[in-house]
């Protein structure tokens, strides 16, 4: 079974710019979270999805930061425009509808300068 | 703010011996927990969950104990291997919170050879 695929991998810009971030859940989880990690914590949820719709977005930065799920299957996170503390990986994790298990992919790393 | 914690930052154990992760939760309703293993440059690994019907719970080489009177959560490893060398995250959850996990700050073990 193919894992949650993210892309890109690494992005380094300079603050004020922008970036987007893409996730391919695995074939037929409905329930799509986007995750941040600074270096050295654990992961904070921003954004939850059930399909393609919202379920929980208020840890969200609103004012930089949008994500969408328009097709119910592959998800979009975007920052724009970036901040130093932005700095951080981007993590996917998207669950099934009879288990409990997150499934985490491998993460985008941004490094904003 | 986080309603997760870890007692230590890291832990530094000679392969072949037991580990022992420890993690406090603040959050009494919480009723599942999950372990998390992530090694460096890649996402979250499910290793184990409890519920809090129970108190203790067995994997593979691990065993995660609940202690819901001093909300306490611990990770053992059996026969530390150089493989489990990661950063290790407990997470918690209520139920019907559309399975939002809480993580901790993470506990990075090191095995010595």
């Known amino acids: 079974e193919a894992g949650v695929a993210q892309s890109p991998r690494y992005k380094i810009i300079e603050k004020r710019q922008s970036v987007a971030f893409w996730c391919n859940p695995i074939s037929g989880h409905a329930t799509l979270y986007w995750y941040q990690q600074i270096l050295g914590q654990g992961p904070k949820l921003l954004i939850q999805f059930q399909n393609n719709g919202v379920v929980d977005d208020s840890q969200l930065p609103k004012d930089r930061f949008s994500a969408e799920r328009l097709k119910g299957v592959d998800s979009t996170l975007k920052i724009q425009p970036a901040k130093l503390e932005d700095s951080a990986v981007y993590l996917c994790?998207?669950?099934?509808?009879?288990?409990?298990?997150?499934?985490f992919g491998e993460g985008s790393r941004l490094t904003v300068l | 703010g986080e309603s997760v914690g870890l007692h230590l930052p890291t832990l530094s154990v000679q392969e072949g011996d037991n580990s022992i992760i420890n993690c406090a939760y603040s959050n009494s309703a919480s009723d599942y927990f999950i372990w998390y293993k992530q090694e460096s440059g890649k996402g979250p690994q499910f290793i184990i969950d409890?519920?809090?019907?129970?108190d203790k719970r067995q994997g593979q080489r691990v065993t995660v104990l609940l202690n819901k009177t001093v909300k306490h959560l611990s990770l053992q490893i059996a026969a530390t291997q150089p493989g489990d060398s990661a950063v290790y995250f407990c997470a918690e959850t209520v139920s019907g919170s559309a399975r939002q996990l809480t993580f901790g700050s993470g506990t990075q073990l090191t095995v010595l050879p």
């Open positions: 409890i519920r809090s019907n129970m």
């Open positions: 994790a998207t669950r099934g509808a009879n288990t409990g298990e997150l499934f």
